[in-house]
Structure formats: structure tokens, C-alpha cells
């Protein structure tokens, strides 16, 4: 079930839209279900300044796609792989799950209710390590 928490999230469109003027970008689709998702970063001083992003997806894409632009905003660039690579790497078995610390939020997303959408929320996540590569 979608809870109110997630539509919010989804709802909020205020870093939609390719604007063409990036540091970094990159497209990642879901093999699985055919979401898609393009993101545009400007980087400044190491930094990411901003995200931009455009989906053809599901609502779960669209809510951590959302939040994502928002929690890497102004964080150093090696901040953010590190941290990004530890939240896809939570393991929903473990009784005391550990979220890193800007991206606590998270949880209303990765839990065990949409563990058989974590790849739909996922995918933003992976298209911005894609273009931070």
C-alpha cells in the first residue's frame, strides 16, 4: 500500500525538469518493471549545488527521486558515494537497520513492506553514482 508519506514525497516536483546545463548527467532504466529516470548534477566547489531529474515511473521512483535531490544538495561529492553505496547496501534482515545520518528518511521507503520495489526506489540513487562516476 502507498502511504500518504510517499505521495507527498512524489508530489513535490520542485527539482523536476532537465534544464541541459550539468556537471554530471546520466539515464538508468529498470529492467525489471521499465522505470526511467535522467538526472542532471551541478557540481561547484566539490560539491553537488543541485539535481535535477525527469522519470517516467512509478510513484516509489518518483518519491526517493524526489527526496534524494534534496538530501544531496550542498554535500561534498565523496560524502555522497560513500554514503549512497551505504544505504543500498542495508540489509532489511538485520533487526537494528542503520541508516547513514542525512539519509534517514529513507526509511519510510527501504523497508521490508517495499522490499520487492527496492529496485524502483533504487534507481535514482544508482543514476546519480552512474554519473558521479
Do not use: H, W
Not at 561534498?76 to 545520518?101: A, G, V
Not at 520487492?116 to 554519473?131: F, G, S, T
Amino acid at each position: 500500500m502507498i502511504s500518504n508519506e510517499i505521495i507527498k514525497f512524489a508530489s513535490n516536483t520542485s527539482n523536476v525538469g532537465l534544464t541541459n546545463k550539468y556537471t554530471f548527467k546520466s539515464t538508468k532504466k529498470n529492467s525489471m518493471c521499465g522505470d526511467l529516470i535522467k538526472v542532471e548534477l551541478i557540481q561547484k566547489n566539490s560539491k553537488i549545488n543541485s539535481m535535477k531529474y525527469e522519470t517516467e515511473s512509478c510513484v516509489l521512483c518518483e518519491a526517493s527521486a524526489s527526496l534524494l535531490s534534496k538530501k544531496i544538495k550542498n554535500r561534498s561529492i565523496t560524502n555522497i558515494k560513500y554514503e549512497l553505496n551505504k544505504l543500498k547496501n542495508i540489509s532489511l534482515n538485520d533487526t537494528n537497520i542503520i541508516f547513514p545520518k542525512k539519509f534517514k528518511e529513507f526509511k519510510f521507503l527501504i523497508n521490508k513492506d517495499n522490499l520487492n520495489r527496492l529496485n524502483c526506489i533504487y534507481l535514482p540513487i544508482d543514476a546519480v553514482l552512474k554519473a558521479l562516476k
